[in-house]
């Protein structure tokens, strides 16, 4: 298995730019989400999703969309990249099942917004 | 929401030296895990427990749920156990929500 996968690995944007960052796992997870982590703070959670068509948002969701048509895919969309969101982004997935929560991340992907 | 404290937020240890790393949470969780954070950025999870008792090699894991903290014990570490660990927490009803700490670092030293 590889597990969860993410690309680009490195990005650079200028203000106004748009995006798509590839999130893709083989696990037959349910639960998928995205997270930002930025310098000397923890993981914010930005969207999440509990299967195919369903998606919720999390505690950081402005200027961000996602979808999820697939188990396997859960895209996160930058519609116009600001410099604010220079961070590094975490993909994670994880079964919803009772004592099955371990929590699986991605390798992230750094994002620079210039 | 619910708030997640870590402490202590930096830790410097000889090689060898054993540590106690707490997860304080305010509310009735569902799920618990510590994560570590290499040097090079992989979250890699070390255990779920939101509750109980768990070890896994030189590490261990408890989380007293009705007293809401969690405690993560690493003995003898190593400089391979440097880096940033995460305590993350879900509310019990808080719809799939993981809410992570701000982490303790750290250091292991020769």
């Known amino acids: 298995n590889a597990g969860v996968t993410q690309t680009p690995k490195f990005q650079v944007l200028k203000t106004g730019q748009s995006m798509t960052l590839q999130c893709a796992q083989d696990m037959n997870h349910e639960y998928m989400s995205w997270y930002r982590q930025d310098p000397g703070m923890g993981l914010r959670l930005i969207h999440y999703?509990?299967?195919?068509?369903?998606?919720d948002q999390g505690e950081v969701p402005n200027g961000y969309n996602v979808s999820r048509s697939t188990t396997e895919d859960f895209p996160l969309r930058l519609l116009s990249a600001a410099p604010s969101q220079t961070s590094v982004y975490f993909c994670?997935?994880?079964?919803?099942?009772?004592?099955?929560?371990?929590?699986?991340f991605g390798p992230g992907t750094r994002l620079t917004v210039l | 929401g619910i708030q997640v404290e870590q402490s202590p937020p930096d830790l410097i240890l000889q090689e060898g030296a054993n540590s106690t790393l707490r997860c304080n949470f305010s509310d009735s969780v569902n799920n618990l895990q510590w994560f570590h954070q290499n040097p090079w950025g992989q979250l890699i999870n070390l255990f779920y427990i939101p509750s109980g008792t768990k070890q896994n090699g030189r590490l261990s894991a408890t989380t007293v749920a009705t007293e809401r903290y969690s405690l993560l014990y690493i003995s003898s570490s190593q400089t391979t156990d440097s880096g940033v660990y995460f305590c993350?927490?879900?509310?019990?009803?808080?719809?799939?929500?993981?809410?992570f700490g701000t982490g303790t670092q750290l250091k292991v030293e020769l």
């Open positions: 994670a997935s994880r079964r919803l099942s009772t004592g099955q929560g371990y929590q699986f």
């Open positions: 999703s509990v299967g195919a068509g369903i998606t």
């Open positions: 993350a927490v879900e509310l019990t009803g808080g719809g799939n929500k993981l809410t």
